[in-house]
């Protein structure tokens, strides 16, 4: 009896000793094995559409970035750069000569001004002319009509002499030689005042003739004046101008720019790795006809991988980021990787889920949450890339 109850006894201690020395060990450490290898998953989408001629890798295929991964037919991009190149080209021909006529159309401007300005000086100073001319014809006509009644009267009284001169020349009162004296001077009185009428012809002509250069002049000056009027617009025209310039300009910017798409757009049919990795969910084959945006593989850079471990949120009191940790792997056998905490998310992996728990609804069941940690492996730990996103790990993170 007494040696059944020292061996029980025994055994009681041993386990007690064992559970001592596993919680001694076990002391500072939390595991988890809700853990798995993660790794940046890109899809590799195109970004024009068209005709696929060449897909030089493979499925599982290692490739080095800017390796070339998927090749569209080029053709109808390379017509659209060359038409947007010539759209260019004609944009900055009418810049070049929008722009050679600015100064052109300034210089016109300035002479029209200045000319427009001497032709209303000059229509002035030919009306101011052409009034002294109309003045000094009027004058001459007065001149000339006083002089012909003086003459008119003149040859009258000659003439009246001549008559009496004849009935005594009859009556040989008077001789010969003093009648013919008196015709002739009657005679020469006559041609005088025709003379003098004349010249009374002659300067109401010259007064029509001021008269009509008068006119002239004044129409010449309202010519002068509405040419000047037009002048007067030339700020606006030349704002016109810099105007027709200044859109030859933008033109000019939008078709560099439609260059640059087309260029952009012919770079886009080589679609190339933008970083080493591994090719995986390849979609697309050579003849078929993808659009924009639409994804052809799948790239995995298997050198930058970590551990994402969801530890229940009551294992976090002392867990701290750059704390060690070890990593089981279970595709291996338990093969031991070594790491460190780099983050721990801000928030449990429930409320990032498509429908997050609405605890303030319903009746409410207390659930442990857990808390993603993401951990990192230390340098040279995976040189041969056997660790695949999503294999299953058991980290064990020591928190002291």
């Given amino acids: 009896m007494w040696s059944r109850l020292r061996i029980i006894g025994g055994v009681v201690l041993l ?5 001592g020395v596993w919680l001694w060990l076990t002391r500072g450490r939390e595991s988890t094995d809700d853990a798995q290898v993660d790794a940046y998953v890109t899809p590799i989408a195109s970004r024009v559409g068209g005709t696929v ?3 030089p890798v493979g499925d599982n295929q290692q490739v080095e970035a800017g390796a070339v991964l998927v090749e569209i037919d080029p053709r109808d991009y390379q017509v659209a750069l060359d038409h947007a190149r010539a759209e260019l080209a004609n944009a900055q021909a009418d810049l070049a000569a929008a722009q050679a006529t600015v100064p052109i159309s300034s210089i016109e401007t300035s002479n029209n001004v200045a000319a427009a300005k001497g032709g209303v000086d000059r229509a002035a100073a030919g009306i101011v002319e052409a009034e002294h ?3 000094a014809a ?11 009644r003086e003459l008119e009267a003149t040859a009258a009284k000659d003439a009246k002499d001549v008559e009496r001169l004849k009935g005594l020349l009859a009556k040989d009162e008077i001789p010969q030689q003093q009648f013919d004296t008196a015709l002739a001077q009657a005679e020469s009185s006559k041609a005088a005042a025709e003379s003098a009428g004349a010249q009374v012809q002659e300067a109401d002509a010259a007064i029509k003739g001021a008269e009509s250069r ?3 002049a004044r129409g010449g000056q309202a010519v002068a004046a509405a040419e000047l009027r037009t002048t007067e617009t030339a700020p606006e025209q030349m704002a016109v101008t810099r105007a027709r310039a200044k859109s030859a300009e933008a033109k000019v910017k939008q078709a560099e720019a439609t260059v640059k798409q087309a260029e952009l757009n012919l770079d886009y049919t080589t679609i190339k790795a933008p970083f080493k990795g591994t090719v995986s969910r390849k979609t697309v084959q050579p003849g078929q006809v993808i659009q924009p945006g639409q994804p052809t593989m799948t790239i995995i850079p298997l050198e930058q991988v970590w551990i994402t471990a969801n530890f229940k949120e009551t294992q976090l009191e002392n867990m ?24 721990i998310a801000p928030a449990t992996g429930a409320r990032f889920s ?6 303030a609804s319903g009746n409410f069941v207390k659930v442990v949450q857990r808390v993603p940690v993401r951990i990192v492996l230390d340098s040279g730990q995976d040189a041969e890339h ?8 058991t980290p064990t993170v020591y928190t002291r």
């Fill in 15 to 19: 386990v007690l000793i064992g559970v």
């Fill in 53 to 55: 001629l060449r897909v």
């Fill in 133 to 135: 001319g109309l003045d």
């Fill in 138 to 148: 009027k004058a001459r006509l007065s001149t000339a009509q006083a002089r012909k």
């Fill in 214 to 216: 008068l006119v002239s």
């Fill in 320 to 343: 701290r980021p750059g704390q060690k940790v070890d990593i089981d792997v279970d595709a291996y056998g338990g093969k031991r990787f070594s790491g460190k905490v780099e983050t």
């Fill in 354 to 359: 498509l429908l997050p728990p609405e605890n």
């Fill in 386 to 393: 056997v660790l695949r996103p999503g294999m299953s790990v």
